[in-house]
């Protein structure tokens, strides 16, 4: 390594640590951790030198650094670290800085990341929801049924012009941010750890792709082994709700056949089995970080509320829908409410939840592909 | 060796352990003119350094020393010791103690001469604690050939009714006695000193570095038996596996030392006993390679003359970086350890054909603890209640310097006689 001046960003310290690394300082730079992890190339390995870049507040080669997200946190280094500096959360945290850092508008970085948010990141889809019930009359005279006298949650909250009207243009900005955080990401990522290659770039989106599909370096993880099943069934959960609410689409715009659909059409059956899939698998990422608490940590308040939010996803699906079928209103529509919510809450705030990782490590995948990084396994 | 059976009011010091610290404390308060008592667990005194094949920096052996301290115990009517003894309980205080003494069969008596005709027709083999294993024993031993007390001693758990024929029939001074059982003394003695030392690290919880599945991994008190002329191997220096003599050794720094899923701590001597090893290895072959991976080299004091000895040696390849992994080899006995060399943040490989790790010091009050004795969490003994800790029980040292810890607790519970029992400060 050529000779640098190393000029110590503190505040970066400080917000690792205050971010869930609060370990850091324990590194003493044994390099356990890169001998045990998996994922690392062999050559200028992780986590070590970012275990010390961090301690020495060297912001500029960790935000933009693809080897933060070649990570996947397995925390064998962590269960192997002789000092308990957690080398796992700490890049864990450093992501979530990464995130923040490329994110765009800023403000809502910083408001998944503070738990004193968490009730305004709740409250504006509650008012919006509410001021749609409102409009609609639901508080003066009542919701109205749909054929035969059932609950219909499309007459409850109609695609057009509420649910639709809100969720179409709330996903263009969610593209147009993610397009623009990748823009500015993949510019520092070539800037900082590019190297002249000849490379068909085409083949590393192919190779990445083909990796994420069959989550094959999950299985490099040994501690938290047990992760791969749990992730992979979240993962093809959700596909399989994409695929469904692409049916729905096509149901509702092409057919004009609106919701709900007998519980024999194939929209409800790939929507039923991801959202079981979606129920299983989460549960599964609840229950194996608390069994790994102690070797890999139990994680942060960002981990966590994109955890709640998936939760409230599935949970609030499934009830909705079965209170529906069993015609209990009081409970039907408080439940498809509360769906209502934590949907909007998954997607509007994708760009800068943990939900985001999808797209970073994703990029930092084919870019270190590319770059000749990241061998394809 | 016997017991003293007058219970006299006279100072009276016990030394719970008759390693080196608990000898030297032991001749130290004897010499002033104090009787005391030596409880020693194993079948011999001189503990962890009887095992020892050479002490840094010098490279001499250690026997001269311990012989030393076993004439002067030999010489001292003062001193009266107990083998295979075990403290059972301690009661009062400074001054006045009463010590329940447990004595377990040796099953060999005094009418013993050592001459080795028992282990000769002795039809059972036990493995050799004394060599850690690393080779096989008659039920009926001499635990090694300059142990002291010469004496034999029989294995009963393991010698049958066969074999315990054999062993007395064999036997022309009727010394092997079967009918022995352990038997339990009280002592009154005015001051106690702690020496109960340290054992290895159990390399096998350090399950990344393959000791007890590769062959050729072998921890560093391995080496010294290897290496020590009444070891194993006469001093020949071989691998395990196969028996070849080794031409390359890498030395496995921080093997469960300096590691809280381990020990904590840093075990203080294992970096001088690997620069140390490697002298051995490299005087048996002048083209062997030894590679030390460490974390950082710590060789305190003037130790640092010794570390840079040994550098200047260019078949001793130092590389930063601790070692994580290792694996056997697909198709040869050797074994593959793997780190990251810091220096050029490339993650390396390293074959060799034995590997040696250097595990650390844990106190013996992490497995075994004296009553009325306070421990620190890692099992670390600490001065109290009148009973004043030494050596290697209270923290890691290296031999020259737990002599000088049991001088100073020597001194410590000689001025208990001057006080006649009073509180005295200790640290």
Known sequence: MSEEIVKPDLNFVKEV????????????????????????????????????????????????????????????????????????????????????????????????????????????????????????????????????????????????????????????????SFVASIKSYWADM??????????????????????????????????????????LLVFYSFIGLAITTSIAVFYLYLLKWESPYPQTNIIKIIGNISGIALLVGITMI???????????????????????????????????????????????????????????????????????????????????????????? | MSAHSSESTTPRLLVIGGGFSGLTSAVDAAEKGIEVIIVEKNPYLGGRVAQLNKYFPKLCPPNCGLEINFRRIRENPLITFYTMAEVEDISGSPGDYTVTIKLNPRYVNDNC???????????????????????????????????????????????????????????????????????????????????TGWNPYDANKIDNLGFGQIKNVITNMMMERLASPNGPTNGKIIRPSDGKPVDSVIFVQCAGSRDENHLAFCSYICCMASLKQAQYIREQNKDAKIYI?????????????????????????????????????????????????????????????????????????????????EYTEEGFSISSNGIFAAGCSKYPLDVAKSVQDATGAAMKALSLKIHEGEEVSHG
């Open chain 1, 17 to 176: 640590i205050s971010s869930g690394g609060e370990s850091l300082k324990k590194c003493y730079q044994c390099s356990t951790c890169t001998v045990v992890c998996g994922m690392t190339p062999d050559n200028s390995p992780f986590p070590r030198k970012e275990m010390l870049y961090a301690q020495w507040g060297m912001r500029d080669k960790l935000i933009s650094n693809p080897d933060i997200w070649l990570c996947h946190q397995c925390s064998d280094c962590t269960a192997y670290c002789p000092r308990g500096a957690k080398p796992g959360e700490v890049l864990g945290a450093i992501r979530k800085m990464a995130i923040k850092n490329y994110s765009k508008p800023s403000f809502l970085a910083s408001m998944v990341n503070e738990p004193k948010s968490a009730i305004l990141l709740f409250a504006i889809p509650i008012v919006i929801f509410l001021v749609f019930m409102m409009i609609q009359g639901h508080f003066t005279t009542g919701i109205p049924r749909g054929e035969g006298g059932i609950i219909s949650f499309s007459k409850f909250m109609p695609p057009i012009p509420y649910i639709d009207f809100l969720f179409i243009p709330l996903a263009a900005l969610v593209v147009l």
């Open chain 2, 293 to 373: 991976f460490y974390i950082d080299i710590r060789t305190p004091g003037k130790y640092e003359q010794f570390y840079w000895k040994v550098k200047e040696d260019p078949n001793v390849i130092f590389i930063k970086g601790k070692v994580a992994k290792v694996t056997q080899d697909t198709s040869s006995d050797d074994v593959i350890v793997e780190a990251e060399d810091m220096l050029t943040g490339e993650k390396i490989q390293t074959k060799a054909s034995l590997v040696v790790l250097a595990t650390g010091m844990e106190p013996s009050g992490a497995t075994m603890k004296v009553p009325k004795v």
């Open chain 2, 113 to 195: 001469t050592a001459c080795n005709a028992c282990t000769e027709a002795c039809p059972k083999t036990i493995p050799n604690e004394f060599n850690f294993g690393m080779d096989l024993i008659k039920a009926a031993y001499l635990p090694f050939n300059q142990a002291f007390p010469l004496k034999y001693v029989v294995d009963a758990a393991h010698c049958d009714n066969n074999c315990k024929k054999a062993c007395m029939e064999a036997c022309k001074y009727n010394a092997i006695d079967f009918n022995m059982k352990p038997v339990t003394i009280t002592k009154k003695v005015t001051s106690i000193i702690l020496a």
């Open chain 1, 190 to 231: 070539a800037k900082n750890y590019g190297k002249p290659t000849d490379a068909d770039i085409n083949k590393s989106i192919t190779d990445t792709i083909i990796e994420i599909l069959s989550h094959k370096k999950f299985s490099k993880c040994n501690v938290t082994a047990d992760r791969k099943i749990a992730h």
């Open chain 1, 286 to 377: 609840v229950s194996n970080r608390i069994k790994n608490k102690d070797k890999a940590g139990i994680g942060s308040y960002f981990d966590w509320l994109f955890i709640v939010i998936v939760y409230g996803v599935g949970a609030t699906g499934m009830f909705a829908q079965i209170f529906r079928l069993l015609d209990i209103a009081f409970i039907a529509y408080p439940m498809y409410f509360a769906h209502l919510v934590f949907i909007f809450a998954l997607f509007a705030y994708a760009p800068f939840s943990k939900m985001a990782h999808m797209v970073y490590r994703t990029t930092a995948l084919v870019f270190a592909k590319h770059v000749g990084r990241d061998k394809s396994i």
